[in-house]
């Protein structure tokens, strides 16, 4: 079985087609949606959904800032070994994530969605950002065994002791966490399988994500990222 947390920032006027969408994966026993300081009605919808869910849904509100908070504190609160993250913009559909779900389960590995090798809906994703994907996916190619993957996909599934096992000091660095997950994963000797998504376009509210100032601190956390593995390599072979 899985648990799922859904980070929710302004995303009121979808949350419920979402938590609906999540609920027909069977094997997730636990949603746990995480309220980031929203100025809509977000946590109020959230309230509401767990209430009419009590078995399935729980909601915290995270006592800092940004997704990555918000998804470290859902995975403490997890009871699942398997934790999938599913983005409240709903922007990548059911049926995508139904096959990251059913990989996870029969791998038992981290898998990522790759919507760099899937359909892109037209206006979904800002040509910087597209670019952007590639230019780290190149990056990151020598961390991930050679292959260029999509590495910023929100919808992803580790194992817990992932979650909790993240490198505290890359973690104060990464706005997102996409990078601190995967560092996690590999220095637990967890291999991370990546399969195509469709991405389609956010039918409510606008992006949380602030794509020039966190692509920034993302390019430092690859650096990071390099050295911490070069020290690795070089220990290995001492």
């Not at 746990?32 to 309230?47: P, Q, Y």
Request: aromatic share 8%; proline share 3%.
């Amino acid at each position: 079985m899985i648990s799922c947390i859904v980070p929710a920032k302004n995303e009121a006027g979808h949350l419920r087609h979402v938590i609906g969408e999540i609920k027909q994966i069977k094997e997730i026993s636990e949603i746990v949606i995480v309220e980031g300081g929203s100025i809509d009605n977000t946590l109020f919808e959230a309230r509401n959904l767990a209430f009419e869910n009590p078995s399935l849904i729980k909601v915290a509100v995270q006592s800092g800032k940004g997704k990555f908070n918000a998804v470290r504190l859902g995975a403490e609160l997890c009871r699942e070994s398997l934790i999938l993250i599913w983005d409240a913009d709903g922007t990548v559909p059911l049926d995508s994530t139904q096959s990251i779900v059913s990989i996870a389960l029969s791998s038992g590995s981290p898998v990522i969605g790759n919507r760099l090798r899937g359909k892109i809906e037209t206006g979904a994703m800002f040509k910087a950002n597209y670019l952007g994907n590639w230019f780290f996916a190149i990056l990151w190619a020598p961390l991930m065994k050679g292959r260029v993957v999509d590495l910023l996909c929100g919808t992803k599934i580790f194992t817990k002791s992932v979650y909790l096992s993240i490198p505290e000091k890359i973690a104060a660095r990464d706005p997102y966490g996409d990078f601190s997950l995967l560092i996690s994963a590999r220095i637990l000797g967890e291999d991370v399988l990546s399969i195509p998504v469709r991405y389609e376009k956010r039918k409510y509210g606008e992006t949380n994500i602030h794509r020039w100032t966190g692509g920034l601190k993302l390019l430092w956390v690859t650096i990071l990222a390099h050295l911490i593995f070069l020290k690795v390599n070089l220990n290995s072979r001492g």
